[in-house]
Nanobody, 115 residues
Framework: QVQLVESGGGLVQAGGSLRLSCVASGSIFRFSGMGWYRQAPGKERELVARITSGGSTNYADFVKGRFAISRDNARNTAYLQMDSLKPEDTAVYYC?????????WGQGTLVTISS
């Protein structure tokens, strides 16, 4: 069983920064790809960024150049550094991985950006 716990959300002004963390339980973290998704009110959940077990990354176009995903295998933790935040980045941010073929989600952390 794998569990994901996100933290780091909060309220910041436009142009500010936040760093989200996702701690994974279990010993498979270093072998797993990780992803960050977000869901704004009234909208579908969307991919923000992914990182493979080998450290390769990809980003949604709307965050390229502003967000950075990383991982620390020693700490079983994935990070999402978010800079130059915009009001439209307001959403619940979720951490994601796959375990035995099934999607695993954290509980989410709320990010609110004021204009």
């Amino acid at each position: 069983q794998v569990q994901l716990v996100e933290s780091g959300g909060g309220l910041v002004q436009a142009g500010g920064s936040l760093r989200l963390s996702c701690v994974a339980s279990g010993s498979i973290f270093r072998f797993s790809g990780m992803g960050w998704y977000r869901q704004a009110p009234g909208k579908e959940r969307e991919l923000v960024a992914r990182i493979t077990s080998g450290g390769s990354t990809n980003y949604a176009d709307f965050v390229k150049g502003r967000f950075a995903i990383s991982r620390d295998n020693a700490r079983n933790t994935a990070y999402l550094q978010m800079d130059s935040l915009k009001p439209e980045d307001t959403a619940v941010y979720y951490c994601n991985t796959k375990y035995l073929g099934a999607e695993v989600w954290g509980q989410g952390t709320l990010v609110t950006i004021s204009s």
